[in-house]
């Protein structure tokens, strides 16, 4: 008998692998470009190495110059990536469950940036995401970063919105990562991959990691300026 369903998955749900160049069909780019600025933003494959998992590098550099024909755009400053819809089936839209799981997990190389992790769910009001900060210890190295997935913040547009409803675990429909710290100049992330797991060795070292919820929210909270004031495209 399999008691999977009593103590919970005991294998990750993968969510996106870069095992190869056609992992990035499954993703879309953003910035502040579609709103007329000026950030560049790129992802591209690199194959497994010698030293390097097979990865995603999500890369670009960031500008809070301002388009000259457009009045309505106060600020600019972000580039970001996420997965695409993942279609229907004759049963319906095609979504994750992460319900079962504890963690988000990713295995990233980072600059040291500030980076966010985004989540879109299937929620009743669409442009909702749900975000934490991605807290590495080691830019410049490969890590494996985990983040309970109920120090998630709910957003809207970048700020947090209240009440602060649960996400809809059961209903995922993207996961991806942006930098919108408007921080100018080049940004730099490898990304190998992000799955959902219930890995709990070393819990003491995963606090490291990632931060309670009240510090998240009070990430959002005092940085009121890392997103443009006016709406950009829904994503």
């Given at each position: ?51 390097e ?47 079962p ?7 990233v ?83 190998a ?8 060795d ?8 990632s931060?309670?919820?009240k ?19 829904r994503?």
């Amino acid at each position: 008998m399999n008691f999977e369903g009593v103590h919970g998955p005991s294998k990750p749900l993968p969510l996106i692998q870069f095992e190869d160049a056609d992992s990035l069909e499954r993703c879309k780019t953003m910035s502040d470009m579609d709103i007329g600025g000026f950030s560049t933003v790129n992802i591209d494959y690199v194959p497994k190495s010698t030293t390097e998992p097979a990865h995603a590098h999500f890369h670009g550099s960031i500008s809070t110059d301002l388009p000259p024909d457009r009045p309505d755009v106060f600020r600019t400053g972000y580039a970001a990536w996420r997965t695409l819809d993942r279609g229907y089936t004759i049963f319906g839209k095609t979504v994750w469950d992460i319900d079962p799981y504890r963690f988000i997990a990713l295995r990233v190389n980072s600059d040291g940036r500030k980076y966010f992790v985004n989540i879109q769910t299937e929620s009743i009001v669409p442009t909702d995401i749900h975000q934490h900060r991605l807290y590495t210890r080691t830019p410049g190295q490969w890590e494996t970063v985990l983040i309970p997935l109920n120090e998630f913040v709910r957003t809207n547009h970048g700020m947090v919105v209240e009440p602060q409803r649960e996400m809809l675990r059961q209903k995922v429909r993207t996961i991806g990562l942006g930098s919108i710290d408007r921080v100018l100049g080049p940004f730099s992330l490898r990304v190998a991959g992000i799955w959902a797991t219930n890995w709990a060795d070393g819990e003491d070292q995963q606090q490291e990691y990632s931060w309670s919820l009240k510090e998240n929210k009070k990430e959002f909270e005092l940085d009121t300026d890392r997103m443009p004031e006016q709406r950009p495209p829904r994503v």
